[in-house]
């Protein structure tokens, strides 16, 4: 459902992106209670697009990994197409005021990795400031969980251009199960605890630079 709001605004409810797995049955890859996006002038004008406003509620992402890649990953361009180069800084696109989202999750089945369950983080929240620190450099929170399974807590800075990402801080809190049927680490270190048995409670702090445009 659209809804049209005066004078540069959009707002989109029950959103839902579709792929279908390697049996061919469909599911999920992106849902969103509702998605509002709304310009602060007119997008016609002189300039990078400003986004004054972006809010997504409730979005759930799935994805699932197998042999044959990420399913779904063709679902908007086709894999044999050359990726074209841009000729414009994306800073000079587009200019974000506000960025927010709330209860999110995140799910990523790995079946390339026998015996393990599903990746999954729940009650995912991000919070962009409303002034960038740069015209390429955004600061922003990002906060998920819950006690009971696992937490996240990181302050971060994204710089758009470059396509690095900067991590201030950021703290980690898990509890393993072996027996659980979905955990919040990825499925290789989850192979090792589960041979061994492992269950507690794991913790880690990191900080760093990752260049997102060459991530290996």
């Known amino acids: 459902r659209l809804e049209y709001l005066f004078p540069y605004g959009v707002r989109v409810h029950d959103a839902k992106l579709v792929a279908h797995d390697p049996k061919g049955r469909a599911f999920n890859l992106l849902t969103a209670d509702e998605i509002e996006?709304?310009?602060?002038?007119?997008?016609?004008l002189p300039g990078p697009l400003v986004i004054e406003r972006l809010i997504i509620t409730s979005p759930a992402v799935h994805l699932i990994e197998t042999e044959d890649g990420l399913v779904g990953r063709g679902i908007t361009k086709?894999?044999?197409?050359?990726v074209e180069q841009r000729k414009q800084k994306l800073s000079e696109m587009f200019e974000l005021?506000?960025?927010?989202?709330?209860?999110?999750?995140?799910?990523?089945?790995?079946?390339?990795?026998?015996?393990?369950v599903p990746l999954a983080w729940r009650n995912l929240s991000l919070d962009l400031n409303t002034t960038p620190q740069s015209s390429a450099s955004y600061a922003f929170d990002v906060n998920a969980g819950d006690q009971s399974h696992a937490m996240l807590s990181a302050k971060c800075a994204f710089d758009i251009d470059q396509l690095l990402l900067q991590i201030a801080s950021c703290a980690v809190k898990v509890n393993v199960d072996p027996t659980s049927p979905e955990s919040p680490i990825p499925g290789e270190l989850q192979?090792?605890?589960?041979?061994?048995?492992?269950k507690g409670a794991i913790a880690v702090e990191v900080k760093g630079d990752l260049p997102l445009a060459d991530p290996k």
Do not use: F, H, M
């Open 78 to 82: 086709k894999a044999d197409q050359p």
């Open 37 to 44: 996006l709304k310009l602060a002038r007119l997008p016609i």
């Open 97 to 116: 005021r506000k960025v927010a989202v709330s209860n999110a999750q995140l799910i990523y089945d790995d079946q390339t990795v026998a015996g393990s």
């Open 191 to 198: 192979r090792v605890l589960r041979e061994y048995q492992v």
